[in-house]
């Protein structure tokens, strides 16, 4: 597994951008720097890769920003501070073949009793992992660019006319952690991503009312079949008020009152059923 933090000699310009974060003026003796790279535009293995404005984008987030260990942001565990940022070009290709780049920080620590056997650990090339947090607004589809939700058609690691469908994260708007992984080859190790939360609210209400609509057609549908009611408009207007709770209840008692009677069903014609139901399709 290649190694993504190494220490690095700390130089003068690195004191000036260090001194921003600290509350007093450090000396270089005092101090203890790092590069670690913290993403790519690679393809990662939940298929989904950050896009060249993503990694620019979460650079800018990055900085400032301080490392901690098993993902847990307490002050005391608190350790290394992101003091500078830069997207690179590897020189090799992604998956995809695009231009490969990282994300790379510069990070430091003070060298403190609590940060020794960090320091030596690092040093020794025993930690080589860091674990990062992020939320994005959007995932698209690599094949056709719509937003990402299963709905395209478009499946991740499917090929299409030799392009493999893999999904892009867009927009980053919070960089939240990066944690350091104690054993190299820890699986977990890598990107955690997350969404912006009103963005997955409405996909939540989406799917709210879509489950609605169709359970409005089931029920009107499965009144058809039991001839609950002479007039179906009207049975049909009752239902459009109903809510979740007295729709499944209509629902569980015509399925069984449906099942009932299955030894002599009663069918309708095609045509009746789709034009019941045509007022509930979205
Ligand atoms: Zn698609």
Not at 56 to 66: A, D, R, W
Not at 175 to 181: H, I, R
Not at 202 to 219: D, F, P, S, T, Y
Request: hydrophobic share 35%; aromatic share 8%; glycine share 6%.
């Amino acid at each position: 597994m290649k190694q993504i933090i190494k220490s690095v000699d700390i130089n003068p310009q690195d004191i000036d951008l260090i001194n921003k974060y600290t509350r007093r003026e450090m000396k270089p003796e005092e101090i203890f720097t790092f590069s670690v790279i913290l993403c790519d535009n690679e393809i990662d293995r939940e298929g989904e890769s950050f896009t060249t404005d993503s990694l620019q984008k979460l650079s800018e987030l990055f900085l400032g920003k301080t490392g901690i260990f098993d993902h847990n942001p307490t002050i005391k565990n608190q350790t290394a501070r992101i003091f500078q940022t830069s997207v690179e070009p590897t020189g090799e290709t992604t998956s995809f073949g695009e231009q490969k780049f990282v994300l790379k920080a510069k990070a430091y620590m003070v060298r403190s009793e609590r940060c020794k056997d960090l320091i030596m650990e690092i040093d020794a090339g025993i930690i080589k992992e860091v674990s990062v947090g992020c939320r994005v607004l959007k995932k698209s589809c690599s094949i056709c660019g719509a937003e990402y939700d299963g709905c395209c058609g478009h499946e991740i690691g499917q090929s299409y006319d030799g392009k493999t469908c893999y999904v892009m994260l867009v927009d980053p708007i919070d960089a939240y952690e990066w944690s350091f992984v104690a054993v190299p080859a820890q699986v977990g190790a890598g990107v955690v991503k997350g969404f912006e939360y009103n963005n997955q609210l409405e996909k939540q209400a989406q799917i709210g009312r879509r489950h609605l609509q169709k359970l409005r057609g089931e029920v009107v549908k499965l009144s058809f079949l039991n001839q609950f009611m002479v007039n179906n408009d009207a049975f049909a207007g009752l239902v459009s008020k109903m809510n979740i709770d007295e729709l499944e209840a209509f629902k569980c008692e015509f399925s069984k009152a449906l099942n009932l009677k299955s030894a002599k069903p009663q069918l309708l014609s095609e045509e009746k059923m789709n034009q019941t139901n045509s007022q509930f399709v979205i």
